[in-house]
């Protein structure tokens, strides 16, 4: 008799003996877009939360009512349970025929330390029995996450229908990103294009940076097309940047480094031991660029954490005790740690390969070399890491570390294995030449960044056409 009105649902949490407890449904719900269940606030709506517990993109039923998300209130009817709570107000019939079947109610039971779990009406006997659903409010309860018979607004179904398809797309972007097509999946692409856009609410999220060619088909379909003056600008742009890249490109170095060692392909080796030109440029350099310019400005980062303590050390020159391999340069020792770290700027699909199957032996063999320069040095080395820094994200929270102990003899059977190599390029290049010396040695599947690999080079006189 207070004359302060009792949100709706409120009402449909129902009593509670112990007032301190939390009640679903009262002070949280589960929430229809992600599924997760954040706390209501005094006016029963979804506090704002993220969709992913570790993520960082706010959910869009963020300030939303819990009832609009669930039901409509106008459709709901009274619970006799608490009809004692509402003495005051006065239950209007109903209009709808009668029949049979009486409507059904969203009710909550007597709390008895269930934590006001509400009792749901079981679906007809035709449905089949995994289709029951777990609440009347989460989104597997039903298409719409509406229990069946309730009268929704149509644009609360809309709603529901986007949040679950961008939940869905969310949860399985990662999973799928690499899957085999099938042939279904032209058809969800042109549904997904010719999907219409919703008129008052739009879920989807802005794409980051780095995106892949695919994921953003929808908004460059929008983009407005460069004018002229913008093409002429753009192709100045690249000529700038493949003569600077060029300029870097004939700047190579003598000798092998660490960073090539590991290959499992001897072919690989010997022609890079016989400084056979490279005919595969892997691209425009872009990757390789964006990959150079993160490595400089992680040295200054950690050059600024190191404060002067002597605990980081950045651009480490490294020597070898071998005439092949003489010198390298590594990315980061942390003394403290007694670790050696490698970092790689990775897209999707290698970090991926990177989290799932552990580094190529290239990048381990890699690691370990630097590892055992360093302890050649007097440094104190325990354990190496390989840091995967996700370049296509707009955030660190796909970063991965990969860690084991350090072991001396995958350096030292590394250079040995050049060793070897190089002693058998001597022989065969004074024979017959730097083409003829290449063919007699053997390939393995290392062919996709191989600077030398020409598939249609079928004599091999410029480089490996990758067969046996």
């Not at 679950?164 to 058809?187: D, G, I, M, Y």
């Not at 008129?199 to 940076?209: G, H, K, S, V, Y």
């Amino acid at each position: 008799m207070s004359g302060v009105i009792i949100p709706q649902h409120v009402l449909n949490a129902g009593p509670s003996d112990n007032s301190e407890a939390p009640v679903k449904g009262r002070d949280y719900a589960d929430c229809p877009a992600c599924g997760r269940t954040p706390i209501l606030d005094k006016e029963g709506r979804f506090n704002t939360h993220k969709i992913l517990p570790r993520g960082s993109e706010i959910c869009p039923m963020s300030g939303e009512k819990y009832a609009v998300a669930g039901a409509s209130e106008e459709a709901k009817e009274p619970c006799p349970q608490n009809q004692s709570q509402a003495s005051t107000t006065t239950p209007q019939p109903s209009s709808e025929p009668s029949n049979d079947t009486p409507p059904e109610r969203d009710c909550a039971p007597p709390s008895n330390g269930d934590g006001g779990k509400r009792a749901v009406t079981a679906p007809p006997d035709s449905a089949p029995a995994d289709s029951l659903p777990r609440s009347a409010h989460t989104p597997d309860s039903t298409t719409t996450g509406v229990a069946p018979g309730r009268a929704v607004a149509p644009e609360a179904v809309e709603a529901m229908e986007a949040l679950k398809e961008l939940r869905s797309r969310r949860l399985n972007q990662r999973s799928t990103a690499h899957s085999p097509v099938t042939e279904s999946a032209p058809e969800a692409a042109q549904a997904t294009v010719s999907e219409p856009a919703s008129t008052e609410i739009e879920f989807r999220q802005p794409a980051p940076p780095f995106e892949q060619p695919g994921r953003t088909s929808r908004v460059l379909a929008q983009a407005v097309p460069m004018t002229d003056h913008g093409r002429e600008i753009a192709a100045r742009l690249k000529e700038t940047f493949y003569a600077y890249t060029n300029r870097l490109a004939r700047n190579q170095q003598e000798t092998m480094g660490p960073s090539e060692i590991g290959s499992p392909c001897d072919r690989r080796i010997a022609m890079s031991l016989l400084r056979v030109a490279p005919v595969n440029p892997g691209g425009d350099n872009w990757a390789s660029f964006v990959g150079t310019c993160v490595h400089a400005g992680l040295a200054e980062m950690f050059l600024w954490a190191n404060a002067g303590t002597g605990r980081y050390a950045v651009e480490v020159p490294l020597k070898f005790p071998s005439a092949y391999v003489p010198h390298g340069t590594g990315d980061l020792l942390d003394r403290t740690l007694c670790m050696f770290l490698d970092h790689k700027l990775m897209g999707r699909w290698s970090l991926d390969k990177l989290t799932t199957k552990g580094p190529s032996p290239t990048y381990r063999v890699q690691v370990h070399t630097y590892a055992y320069g360093a302890q050649l040095k007097g440094e104190k080395i325990d354990h190496v890491a390989i840091i995967g820094w996700p370049r296509e994200a707009g955030t660190l929270d796909d970063l991965y570390v990969w860690t084991e102990p350090y072991d001396p003899s995958v350096a030292i059977d590394a250079l040995k294995r050049v060793e070897r190599i190089g002693e058998r390029v001597k022989a065969l290049d004074s024979i017959g030449g730097p083409a003829t010396a290449a063919r007699q040695f053997d390939i393995a599947e290392d062919c996709r960044f191989c600077p030398f690999h020409a598939p249609k080079d079928d004599q091999g006189e410029r480089g490996c056409n990758g067969k046996r």
